[in-house]
């Protein structure tokens, strides 16, 4: 019996017994026989069975207290789907091409891996973004400080430090001008507070960045350094269209906060004259802290890397529903280990005739036109720490269940290895399971994290009136905006690291400010009336790095509550700072301008 329950059950225990007690001191007569007293139930059969309705009680008590956790289960799945699904493991893959790759060879989003080691058989990830193997290899990468060597380029003039990447193919006889290389993604690794402090030099200060092969120097300008990380293309999990994109971000930022140590650098056409086999990327920056740029070399930075997750397509075992059940169990697993974990559920077929049919769920987004009476309701329990067993409730809208056999249902499902996947060791063996050529070294540069319990969905209600309730208006219009902003951030803070704290404490001050300015659309500038969005960030609560993270978080997020023919712009003020530390771009977020 759980905690939460026992003491249910001790209320409604207490509650009988007096009832009880008053029952013997009313009728002292009809008690004897039933040998009850004022303090005391002597007959053992009554007290074994006023024990037993305590805790029926108990149980309907405790489902109503939890405010109805069906309908708000359901109403979360509907409106917010994302929300309630566990997070399977993740890690960082590296792909090292090896020399068979001679030319450009294209690894596409969805490759299938079989991640195992000594203790633990195969589980499997798949790749979350595509990823554009070439023949180059990192062959050097260190920090110069002023004065350098070369002049400093224009728009550099006044750069302290530089950051110098030199790439070599993997073949002496193979030229950059032949590989056609465009873009270039450069995965961050280390400590997680020296990541975030580079990470704000090379976001935050970059004065001009510089393409040299031989005598030869070509700018790119300080846009061509990008972040990674928040586009939808840049996505760890699946979703569906229904969720806010707002919150997709704050999972993703909270939940993999590695997924966004990345830099990509845009090429262009600079190395179409590269006649040579070895080029250097400079980074020219306005500074850089002297024990941070002692301390990174070539292992910090990694070339070729994509996020993967513990994910896989299947379908599961047969469902024979006879209308006798109250809920029937998916089983993934054939094998009955139950190994497997529903993460979500794509699609329910009915099979019973020749001709299949779609079974939708009972709360969803159509009510008429389906081929069926029948509906599906997912309801998923946690059996301890580890274990999340799924199945469904089946609906018959049409009373179908009265003159007809049972039906045999279809369950197309993606599911987790569950917690298996996170006893993975980050030396564990990566081999590709797809029918397709992957020339490369795999390896993993991150141990697979834990499966994440959304331990906060267990309140029910407060998750549901929390997004419902979250909006422009309630944000930036509440009494306490920093309060009312921080308060979705830790609904989202899923794993409670120390970094995501750090992150929330970070936010001091929220003000708005309502302007009308030039923006660009389609190529042409118009005036649009829009929002300034000041935040004021605390650096001491983020310990010396992340400033330039979270601002671009910060930035996207709010980027996605721009109305229609609006736009944001965030600007992040410093505590204890004059002046404005960074301004973004004004963005128009996800709705098209009309």
């Not at 493991?89 to 596409?108: D, N």
């Not at 299947?314 to 993460?343: K, N, R």
Request: include cysteine; glycine fraction near 6%.
């Amino acid at each position: 019996m759980s905690e939460s329950l026992l003491s249910y059950f001790e209320q409604e225990l207490a509650f009988i017994r007096q009832e009880a007690g008053e029952f013997a001191r009313r009728h002292p007569g009809s008690a004897k026989s039933l040998g009850i007293s004022d303090d005391s139930v002597d007959d053992p059969q009554i007290s074994r069975l006023i024990d037993s309705v305590a805790l029926l009680n108990a149980r309907l008590q405790q489902r109503l207290d939890d405010s109805f956790p069906q309908l708000t289960d359901s109403l979360l799945r509907l409106l917010f789907p994302h929300y309630l699904r566990p997070i399977p493991s993740y890690s960082i893959l590296k792909m090292q091409p090896s020399e068979e790759v001679s030319a450009r060879h294209f690894i596409p989003q969805g490759t299938q891996l079989g991640v195992s080691d000594a203790d633990i058989e195969s589980t499997v990830f798949r790749t979350c973004q595509d990823v554009t193997l070439f023949p180059v290899k990192l062959g050097s990468a260190h920090v110069v400080m002023a004065p350098f060597d070369a002049e400093k380029p224009a728009g550099a003039e006044h750069a302290k430090a530089m950051l110098e990447i030199q790439l070599q193919t993997t073949d002496p006889s193979i030229l950059f001008s032949d590989l056609d290389l465009t873009s270039l993604e450069l995965f961050l690794r280390g400590e997680t507070q020296s990541v975030l402090r580079l990470y704000d030099h090379l976001l935050a200060g970059v004065k001009q960045v510089c393409v040299q092969y031989g005598e030869q120097r070509v700018p790119l300008g300080r846009d061509a350094l990008q972040p990674v990380g928040f586009e939808s293309q840049h996505q760890v999990l699946p979703y569906s269209s229904r969720s806010f994109g707002g919150f997709k971000l704050l999972t993703e930022f909270f939940t993999f906060p590695e997924r966004f140590h990345v830099i990509a650098l845009d090429l262009a056409q600079s190395l179409r004259y590269a006649h040579t086999n070895e080029i250097k990327i400079q980074l020219f920056l306005d500074d850089m802290a002297i024990d941070l740029s002692r301390s990174l070399g070539t292992d910090n930075f990694h070339l070729f890397c994509t996020p993967i997750v513990n994910l896989q397509s299947l379908t599961a075992e047969p469902l024979s529903v006879d209308f006798g059940h109250s809920q029937y169990p998916i089983v993934l697993d054939a094998g009955g280990q139950q190994q497997l974990q529903l993460f979500a559920i794509e699609q329910v077929l009915d099979v019973t005739e020749q001709q299949s049919c779609a079974v939708p769920p009972l709360y969803g987004e159509k009510y008429t036109g389906a081929e069926t009476g029948l509906r599906w309701q997912l309801v998923q329990d946690w059996h301890s720490e580890t274990t999340l067993y799924s199945s469904l409730r089946v609906a018959d809208l049409e009373h179908l269940s009265a003159n007809s056999e049972s039906r045999t249902w279809l369950v197309s499902a993606t599911c987790s290895d569950g917690a298996v996947a996170g006893q993975l060791s980050i030396s564990s063996e990566v081999s590709c399971r797809d029918s397709i050529s992957l020339p490369a070294r795999l390896q993993l540069l991150r141990r697979p994290t834990k499966q994440v319990r959304i331990k906060a969905a267990e309140q029910n209600a407060w998750p549901l009136l929390a997004h419902l309730h979250f909006n422009y208006h309630t944000l930036l219009g509440a009494d306490d905006p920093v309060a009312a902003l921080k308060a979705m951030l830790n609904l989202y803070n899923h794993t409670e690291s120390s970094q995501n704290m750090a992150y929330i404490a970070a936010i001091q001050g929220i003000e708005q400010e309502q302007v009308v300015a030039p923006i660009r659309i389609s190529g042409k500038s118009c005036f649009a009336y829009g929002t300034r969005i000041s935040v004021t960030l605390s650096t001491k609560a983020l310990g010396g790095g992340g400033v330039e993270l979270l601002s671009q978080l910060l930035d996207r997020f709010f980027a996605f509550f721009a109305g229609f023919n609006s736009f944001t712009q965030v600007v992040i003020v410093l505590e204890g700072t004059e002046g404005e530390h960074k301004i973004f771009p004004r963005r128009s977020g996800c709705k098209n301008m009309l």
